[in-house]
């Protein structure tokens, strides 16, 4: 079946550092990949998304490119931010995903000032 | 705009007993589903529904049951809870299913004694 894997944090940085969290995945066909945030006693919202081998997904200075060959969708940030402090959650649909999302465990992230 | 609510926020129950966790959406979404987080565990699909009158079965939906009798809303019924079913819920709506991006409620925090 499909599965995603993802690094566990906590991954800790401080302000203005670079930003890497590894996501790969294993699915049948060609999945749609996803990067979703959750903050402190909230719900999961999405970042950003691609649906096809080498789109970029970018959203509030976050991004990360569908790499078909690796099997690979890593979010990068240039500059982070306290408010940046989240659990990240990678994730796929494939087929007609009907079945829903299958996610990673999450990554922990802590930014300190 | 209230998106996807869900209520209760919180839950204390004892083994054995039921109840039902509420969702609902007004955004006129088709697809619905609920999920449940644990801690190491990412998030993993319960039940979901395509639309009023379907519902199917996720990852992990021994002990829950659902219904879909119209578009807003889907409950998730626990009919005699367990230890086991301690956790996070979350509920989730869509457009349709595929790529489409997922909208999440703020989640149940659900213990059972």
């Known amino acids: ?113 | 705009n209230a998106g996807v609510t869900q209520t209760p926020k919180f839950q204390v129950l004892k083994t054995g007993q039921s109840m039902t966790l509420q969702c609902a959406q007004d955004m006129n979404h088709e697809y619905m589903s609920w999920y449940r987080q644990d801690p190491g565990m990412g998030l993993r699909l319960i039940h979901y529904s395509v639309g009023a009158g379907i519902t199917d079965q996720g990852e992990v939906p021994n002990g829950y049951n659902v219904s879909r009798s119209t578009t807003e809303d889907f409950p998730l019924r626990l009919l005699s809870a367990a230890p086991s079913q301690t956790s996070v819920y979350f509920c989730a709506s869509s457009l349709g299913h595929g790529n489409q991006p997922q909208h999440f409620g703020d989640g149940t925090r659900l213990s059972i004694l």
């Open chain 1, 1 to 113: 079946g499909d599965s995603v894997t993802q690094m566990e944090g906590p991954v800790t940085l401080s302000e203005e550092a670079f930003l890497t969290i590894n996501c790969t995945y294993t699915a049948t066909g060609y999945p749609s990949l996803f990067w979703y945030v959750q903050y402190p006693g909230e719900g999961l919202q999405l970042l950003l998304k691609a649906t096809k081998a080498d789109d970029k997904g970018s959203n509030k200075g976050f991004e990360a490119t569908y790499r078909k060959e690796t099997t690979s969708f890593h979010l990068e940030k240039g500059s982070v931010q306290v408010s940046d402090s989240a659990v990240y959650f990678c994730a796929l649909i494939s087929g007609g995903g009907a079945d829903g999302l299958t996610f990673g465990k999450g990554t922990h992230l802590i930014i300190q000032p």
